[in-house]
């Protein structure tokens, strides 16, 4: 079974004479355990393929199913619990971070494991594990106006994956991080693929973190125009 199907999958914003194609007839499978690169020039439509499989975006046309379940076709199926859905199955991990500014590091990752009813004590133990291995044990209990854009990162990060989620995406993640802290994030990621079996795609234009990936998908105006097979060896 895969983990992302997606067939013809097209996203138009707006209609008549202003109707942006934004993505056309995507196609592609992604299995679980598979760290998949999107590369491609600003306005290629990147975000707009990752928030469509993030059922954030609704498509115009083509179908998307998340872990064998159609999801999408030709729009939204109906009747589908779309929230419900991300937050069982999704992890995402955007360039803004968009952490809670009242809580603590260790507290922000809690949230996403309590939503979906972990316990608390288990939760801060999980939240802990995570953080540390991401380089953040000595800030646990600091809030995010005392961490750097880094760091805020790395927290969003470490809360997007709390939940093993079945699907990981990935919106420049490393945009703000140094070498080191983004090849920690990296290893983390790849870590996730292969013991938790999670898909993951990542959009970057960092090269440093298309290195050891399964696939490359090259985006350009909207079409997926090529895909190159592990990286390690180009
Ligand atoms: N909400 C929107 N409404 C109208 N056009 C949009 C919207 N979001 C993105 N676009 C357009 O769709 C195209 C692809 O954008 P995007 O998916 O953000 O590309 P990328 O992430 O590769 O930079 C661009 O031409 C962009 O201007
Ligand atoms: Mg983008």
Not at 194 to 205: G, M, Q
Request: proline fraction near 3%; charged fraction near 20%.
């Amino acid at each position: 079974m895969y983990a992302i199907e997606v067939e013809r999958l097209t996203k138009i914003y707006g209609k008549g004479e202003t109707a942006v194609t934004a993505l056309s007839d995507a196609t592609f499978q992604v299995r679980p355990g598979e760290l998949v690169a999107i590369l491609g020039p600003s306005g290629s439509g990147k975000t707009t393929l990752l928030t469509a499989i993030g059922l954030i975006n609704e498509p115009t046309h083509g179908r998307l199913a998340i872990g064998g379940a159609t999801i999408a076709d030709e729009g939204w199926l109906r009747g589908l619990d779309l929230k419900k859905i991300r937050r069982e199955r999704l992890g995402f991990i955007f360039q803004s971070h968009n952490l809670i500014p009242f809580l603590t590091a260790q507290e922000n990752v809690m949230v996403a494991l309590e939503i979906n009813e972990v316990g608390r004590a288990e939760a801060k133990k999980r939240a802990g594990e995570l953080l540390t291995a991401l380089n953040l044990g000595h800030r646990l209990h600091n809030y995010p106006s005392a961490l750097s854009g880094g760091e805020c990162q790395r927290v969003a990060i470490a809360r997007a994956i709390a939940n093993r989620p079945q699907v990981i995406l990935a919106d420049e993640p490393t945009a703000a991080l140094d070498t080191e802290n983004g090849k920690n994030v990296m290893g983390l990621l790849k870590k996730l693929a292969v013991e938790n079996h999670s898909a993951i795609l990542v959009v970057t234009h960092d090269h440093r973190m298309v290195e050891g990936f399964d696939r490359i998908f090259q985006v350009s105006d909207g079409r997926i125009v090529g895909e190159t097979g592990n990286a390690g060896s180009a």
